[in-house]
């Protein structure tokens, strides 16, 4: 049977991320987003849906160097579950999202150009009514 697992989310950190290490020495990073729920009752404050992000390595490290708590995180990754055993005896479960990949959302600035549903806008590089492609006359001038 074939699965499939992957988590896109897009909000801000609760907290500042913490570098760690593990006793083989490999970096890693838990933090917590929130995202904004797309839809509120009228009159009613937006809600929001707290989760629990993972990363090692590389991308842990990226994270703790260049976000903080507020700044808005794009996080593509897959969904886990883990349990564990605490110091009292009662068997523990949380669910969490390993990220594979992590990206900034505003501009190095920290100006973000909003857009409906909240991301920002890539910048338009081409000038209105220019176009940006050649025209060929002939199909034998194709430069493939």
Do not use: H
Not at 11 to 26: F, H, M, S, W
Not at 63 to 79: A, D, E, M, Q
Request: net charge negative; proline share 6%; aromatic share 10%.
């Amino acid at each position: 049977m074939a699965s499939f697992n992957k988590v896109i989310l897009m909000g801000n950190l609760v907290a500042d991320p913490e570098l760690k290490q593990t006793p083989n020495g490999i970096p890693v990073t838990t933090f917590r987003i929130a995202v904004g729920r797309r839809f509120a009752k009228p009159g009613d404050a937006q809600q929001a849906d707290f989760f629990d992000i993972v990363c090692w390595r590389q991308t842990a490290e990226f994270v703790t160097r260049y976000f903080s708590k507020g700044k808005p995180i794009l996080v593509c990754g897959s969904l886990q579950t883990r349990s564990w055993v605490d110091a009292n005896n009662n068997k523990r479960y949380t669910t969490e999202i390993v990220a594979d990949e992590v990206t900034f959302v505003e501009r190095k600035s920290g100006d973000s150009v909003p857009r409906e549903g909240g991301a920002a806008e890539l910048p338009n590089y081409s000038s209105p009514g220019e176009s940006t492609f050649e025209d060929l006359s002939a199909d034998d001038e194709l430069p493939f």
